[in-house]
């Protein structure tokens, strides 16, 4: 299926979900499933209940990879650190392209990227925050080029994939205002430009959200090499910022419940047969966090 025709087919099913006989039924069986689930949360530190009580009010948590230490890191940094040189900049002169990602191929030469956020801590942050089972769609490595395109994820949108989203974001290099830092309002902010704009879905161009936000509203998210983002993408609008003095790069991990919203729109960041290679290293939980959809 080419990419026009799934874009359609996702516009159409969207559309179908959207219908009340059929979303509210399916609100009814989420709610359920939230408090069937809730006795078998798994149990939080100190800590990492701070994550989770920063991101229920603000839609978003700052931390950094020395604090959170997590197994495995030193040896994702490394990695990380080493594919970077690899990733080239080579965009069509022409078009509305902006970023190139780490291909399958180098990460899988690199699994300690894609492992690392099957890390059972992680996981047990991110069902705490889902309040369900949770469905991991892998690692995105990103490198964001310098340049005037504004489209897509640099506009300002809300990810439709599932109510609740948790995506956690490594800086792999400072990142300051003229870098492209992940940008955000407030939940309290967001609410307001949802009303005001009678925002469903889709993107919203820096112009039109000033009419109604003022821009001293942004939230940028700086932070030295290694800081960590836990964002609540589904509830709050969000952005990365155009990068001006260099090019960003940085690692998106991204997380759902495995009975998503909308299943259509989620996938994998490996193929199924480079995920079939690394599962002998998978324990039973992160198995089905990988294999949800089995």
């Not at 039109?208 to 932070?223: A, E, F, R, V």
């Amino acid at each position: 299926m080419t990419i026009t025709l799934k874009q359609i087919r996702n516009q159409i099913l969207k559309n179908i979900y959207d219908v009340g006989f059929v979303r509210n039924p399916a609100e009814e069986i989420y709610q359920a499933n939230l408090r069937q689930h809730f006795p078998y949360l798994p149990k939080l530190s100190v800590a990492d209940k701070e994550i989770i009580e920063d991101i229920q009010q603000e839609g978003v948590a700052i931390r950094s990879l020395t604090d959170l230490l997590i197994p495995n890191t030193k040896k994702l940094f490394k990695s990380a650190l080493e594919i970077i040189p690899d990733i080239p900049d080579n965009l069509k002169k022409e078009g509305r392209e902006y970023v190139v990602h780490a291909t399958s191929e180098q990460i899988m030469s690199h699994p300690e990227i894609f492992l690392w956020g099957l890390e059972e801590r992680l996981l047990n942050i991110v069902e705490n925050y889902l309040g369900l089972p949770v469905a991991y769609h892998g690692a995105y490595f990103r490198r964001d080029i310098a340049n005037q395109v504004e489209h897509k994820s640099r506009l300002w949108h809300i990810d439709v994939e599932d109510r609740k989203i948790l995506k956690i974001i490594i800086y792999l290099h400072e990142i300051n205002q003229d870098n492209g830092p992940f940008e955000y309002l407030s939940k309290d902010a967001t609410a307001e430009a949802i009303k005001s704009l009678k925002y469903k879905h889709g993107y919203i161009q820096d112009e039109t959200m000033q009419k109604i936000i003022s821009s001293n509203n942004y939230q940028s998210c700086l932070g030295a090499q290694g800081t960590v983002i836990f964002a609540a993408t589904s509830k709050i609008f969000h952005r990365g910022k155009l990068p001006k003095s260099n090019d960003r790069f940085a690692i998106f991990y991204d997380y759902t419940s495995r009975s998503p919203k909308m299943p259509f729109y989620c996938k994998s960041s490996l193929e199924n047969e480079h995920l079939l290679t690394l599962s002998d290293r998978f324990s039973p939980n992160q198995k089905q966090c990988v294999f949800w959809r089995s």
